[in-house]
């Protein structure tokens, strides 16, 4: 099912199809590849300003149609963004996130993760 908002036979509605179907393709299942396609249209809704409201990294990352093919198959570390990395640190109260580096944030939402 579309994110809300999404009408029936627009143009969203069919990129939706689209993605979820190529999801499934490439081995994720139902649920997997309907939260993934969900998410991939209502960033695209944010970025094109059709949604009611849109987060920072909606707006400020690279689209994700692009962004696929850029953290994907390259040789460099592959994960999280900062902007994610410091959302999770702040879900958990990380002390003193704010002045950390990417890699500091990383170290210190696993090692929680680690520790539950």
Do not use: F
């Not at 009408?7 to 990129?15: C, D, E, F, I, V």
């Amino acid at each position: 099912m579309p994110p809300r908002g999404v009408k029936k036979g627009t143009k969203r509605a069919r990129q939706y199809e689209h993605i979820k179907q190529s999801e499934r393709q490439g081995g994720a299942s139902e649920s997997r590849a309907e939260e993934i396609a969900a998410r991939t249209v209502q960033k695209e809704r944010a970025r094109s300003g059709e949604a009611r409201s849109r987060s920072r990294t909606s707006t400020r990352d690279i689209s994700s149609g692009r962004r696929g093919g850029l953290r994907s198959g390259t040789a460099r570390p592959k994960g999280r963004t900062y902007d994610q990395l410091y959302n999770e640190a702040k879900k958990m109260n990380i002390p003193g996130r704010s002045g950390m580096s990417k890699a500091q944030l990383q170290r210190a939402v696993d090692g929680r993760k680690a520790n539950r």
